[in-house]
C-alpha cells in the first residue's frame, strides 16, 4: 500500500480529493485480492487506471482506490494474415497503438492518441474519427464481484454500443483483467469512414490509407483540438469530451431542425449521422457553440472550456470539481433552454453524481 494521495494527482483533470486507501496492483491475483478484500468488508471501491475519465469529488473517495498496473502482451498468429493480442489491463492504450501501426497491424490506427489504459478501452468501448475499439476485441477476461470468478466475456456479452457496454452499465460488478484484440496483418487502415479524417488524408470516404499516414493525420487533428495529452498544453488538462453526442429519435430530431430553423434559419442544419436503428446522432459540440458557450468560455485560471474545442472543459490550474460541475450544468441548461436536447457527461463521476439540471430531462 502507497501512501494516500489526492486523487487529483492520478487524474488528467487534475481534480479530486483524497482516498482513504490506494492499492497498487501488479499483477492478477494482485488484482482480484484486493478486490475480494474489499467487498469481503463491504468497503467502497474505485478501479482507477489512467485516471483520463474520470470526475472525482473535492471530497475524494471514501473507500480503496485499487490502480491497474499490470503489464504483458502475449501475441498469436491467426489463420487469415491475422495477429491476436492478449493485453494485461494495465498497459498503455497510446503505445500499445503506436506499436500495432509500426507492425503493420490494422484495425486501431484511427484510435490514436486517446489516453489510459487498455483495460478501460472495452467500458465506454472508446471510439474516434470512425473507429471503435469494439470492432477489434475478440474477447474480455474480467473479474465478476458477483459471483467472484474470473470469466472470459465474448463481445456479444460486452453488449457494445455508442461509448457504452455492459462494463459501463453495471460498473460495480466488473473488472477487467486482460482484453484480447484481433488485428488485421496489413499496411493499409481499415476504410477511412470520417470526413474529416479523409479529407486531412486528402482519399474518398470509404477509402483506406496507409496505416502510418492515418495515424500521423489523427494525431495532428486532435493535437489541434488539445485532445493529446501534453504537457505544454493546458487545453489538454481535461477528461476529453465532457459530454456524449446526443442521439435522438426520428421526432426529437425533427423538433431540433424546427428549433434551429427558427432561431437561425433555413440554411442553418445540424450535424447529423443516421444510424442503422433509425436514430440520428448529431453533435454536443456544435450544440454547445450554437448554445453561444464560446471557447475558452469560464474561469481563465480555474475552470474553463477548451480554448480549441467547446466540448472539452478544462482546469487551467486553480479549478475545483465544484466548479468543473457547475459550469458543465450551465452548459447543459443552456443547451437545453436552446434545443430541447439533453446533454449527458461521457466521464465516470467517483464520490458525488451527476444531476442533471432541473427542467433539462429530454421528453
Ligand atoms: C485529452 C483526452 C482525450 C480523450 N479522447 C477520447 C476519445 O477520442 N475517445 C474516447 O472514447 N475517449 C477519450 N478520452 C477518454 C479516456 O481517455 C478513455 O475513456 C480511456 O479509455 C480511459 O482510460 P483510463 O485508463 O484513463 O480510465 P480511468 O479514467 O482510470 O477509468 C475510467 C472508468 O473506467 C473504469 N476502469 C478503468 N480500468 C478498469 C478496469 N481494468 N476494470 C474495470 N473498470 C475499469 C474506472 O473505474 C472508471 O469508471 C479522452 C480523454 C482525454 C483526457
Same mark, same amino acid.
Given at each position: 500500500m502507497s501512501d494516500v494521495p489526492l486523487l487529483g494527482e492520478l487524474t488528467t483533470l487534475r481534480l479530486g480529493g483524497p482516498a482513504q486507501r490506494l492499492v497498487e496492483t501488479r499483477d492478477e491475483d494482485d488484482i482480484a485480492a484486493t478486490v475480494r478484500a474489499a467487498d469481503a468488508a463491504n468497503e467502497p471501491l474505485l478501479v482507477l487506471a489512467g485516471g483520463s475519465n474520470v470526475v472525482v469529488a473535492d471530497a475524494g473517495f471514501p473507500g480503496t482506490v485499487a490502480r491497474v498496473a499490470t503489464r504483458g502482451i502475449a501475441r498469436r498468429t491467426l489463420p487469415g494474415e491475422r495477429l491476436r493480442l492478449d493485453v494485461q489491463a494495465g498497459e498503455d492504450w497510446e503505445a500499445l497503438v503506436a506499436a500495432c501501426v509500426g507492425d503493420g497491424l490494422? $484495425?486501431?490506427?484511427?484510435?490514436? $492518441?486517446?489516453?489510459?489504459?487498455v483495460g478501460a478501452t472495452p467500458i465506454q468501448n472508446v471510439g474516434a474519427y470512425g473507429q471503435e475499439v469494439a470492432s477489434v476485441i475478440a474477447a474480455v477476461r474480467a473479474l465478476d464481484r458477483v459471483s467472484g470468478e474470473i470469466c472470459v466475456l465474448a463481445p456479444e456479452d460486452c453488449r457494445f454500443a455508442y461509448r457504452s457496454s455492459t462494463f459501463k452499465r453495471h460498473p460495480q460488478r466488473w473488472v477487467v483483467l486482460e482484453v484480447s484484440y484481433v488485428l488485421a496483418r496489413r499496411e493499409l487502415s481499415e476504410p477511412v469512414r470520417y470526413a474529416e479524417l479523409a479529407g486531412r488524408l486528402d482519399v474518398e470516404l470509404g477509402a483506406r490509407a496507409p496505416l502510418a499516414d492515418v495515424r500521423a493525420a489523427v494525431l495532428d487533428l486532435r493535437r489541434g483540438k488539445g485532445m493529446v495529452l501534453d504537457p505544454d498544453d493546458p487545453d489538454s488538462v481535461s477528461a476529453g469530451s465532457f459530454f456524449t453526442n446526443p442521439i435522438l429519435d426520428a421526432r426529437a430530431f425533427a423538433e431540433l431542425r424546427r428549433r434551429i430553423e427558427a432561431r437561425f434559419g433555413p440554411d442553418v442544419a445540424p450535424p447529423a449521422w443516421r444510424q442503422p436503428d433509425g436514430t440520428v446522432k448529431t453533435s454536443a459540440a456544435w450544440l454547445i457553440g450554437r448554445a453561444g458557450f464560446a471557447r475558452g468560455h469560464g474561469d481563465p485560471g480555474g475552470i474553463a472550456i477548451s480554448s480549441k474545442h467547446t466540448l472539452a472543459l478544462t482546469n487551467r490550474g486553480a479549478g475545483t470539481t465544484r466548479e468543473l460541475v457547475d459550469l458543465a450544468r450551465e452548459i447543459a441548461a443552456g443547451v437545453h433552454d436552446t434545443f430541447g436536447v439533453e446533454l449527458v457527461p461521457e466521464p465516470v463521476f467517483v464520490g458525488h453524481v451527476w444531476e442533471t439540471p432541473p427542467g433539462t430531462v429530454a421528453q
Open positions: 490494422a $484495425g486501431v490506427e484511427a484510435l490514436s $492518441g486517446i489516453p489510459g489504459s
